[in-house]
T-cell receptor, first 113, second 113 residues
Framework: DGGITQSPKYLFRKEGQNVTLSCEQN?????MYWYRQDPGQGLRLIYYSQIVNDFQKGDIAEGYSVSREKKESFPLTVTSAQKNPTAFYLCASSPAGYSYEQYFGPGTRLTVT | DAKTTQPPSMDCAEGRAANLPCNHSTISGNEYVYWYRQIHSQGPQYIIH???NNETNEMASLIITEDRKSSTLILPHATLRDTAVYYC??????????????FGGGTRLMVKP
């Protein structure tokens, strides 16, 4: 089955630790995105990438880093510099470059204490 | 980006058609109407999009008025699994600045047995 996978579904970390969230897609999509969603809120864009080895900062990139070494993979690292990392993180991809037709993974709920 | 207006909530009987309206009176000529939904604690799900012609896919139909100032998403045979918040957004199809999906309030659809 084609789709986007994110792992793990739930993640717990201590404050001050970096953590990497996985995102893999087998849809052969060029563009990939990372969003953050806080309770009762909409989506906020963290990073996005159109091609391998290229990515751009979104509105709330501070405290996060990404890599795009393979078309299928777009991991997100939440660093200790992120002031309020507890949130629901969503990865998405789109078929034809940047597009609003985006397909989302199931999300990773990160809790930092 | 054109602003959209949706009713905050709607009920629908299981097996009946769910008709979800969206007003977008300030839509410009190159903006598409996109529909997403988000089931509680899951990632958003792309449903359908259109420019001016009516569109249909395996999930839903999208009816856009001739003046494009409003549209209706139709779920032909609603099931309990269609209970979700449905978001209508209006955007140009693609831009290189990075497409941030910003959801407004949406319509909370409750499908009842």
């Amino acid at each position: 089955d084609g789709g986007i996978t994110q792992s793990p579904k739930y993640l717990f970390r201590k404050e001050g630790q970096n953590v990497t969230l996985s995102c893999e897609q087998n849809l052969n999509h060029d563009a990939m995105y990372w969003y953050r969603q806080d309770p009762g809120q909409g989506l906020r864009l963290i990073y996005y990438s159109q091609i391998v080895n290229d990515f751009q900062k979104g509105d709330i990139a501070e405290g996060y880093s990404v890599s795009r070494e393979k078309k299928e993979s777009f991991p997100l690292t939440v660093t200790s510099a992120q002031k309020n990392p507890t949130a629901f993180y969503l990865c998405a991809s789109s078929p034809a470059g940047y597009s609003y037709e985006q397909y989302f993974g199931p999300g990773t709920r990160l809790t930092v204490t | 980006d054109a602003k959209t207006t949706q009713p905050p909530s709607m009920d629908c009987a299981e097996g009946r058609a769910a008709n979800l309206p969206c007003n977008h009176s300030t839509i410009s000529g190159n903006e598409y109407v996109y529909w997403y939904r988000q089931i509680h604690s899951q990632g958003p799900q792309y449903i359908i999009h259109g420019l001016k012609n009516n569109e249909t896919n395996e999930m839903a139909s999208l009816i856009i008025t001739e003046d494009r100032k409003s549209s209706t998403l139709i779920l032909p045979h609603a099931t309990l699994r269609d209970t979700a918040v449905y978001y209508c957004i209006v955007r140009v199809a693609m831009d290189n600045a990075g497409n941030m999906l910003t959801f407004g309030g949406g319509t909370r659809l409750m499908v009842k047995p």
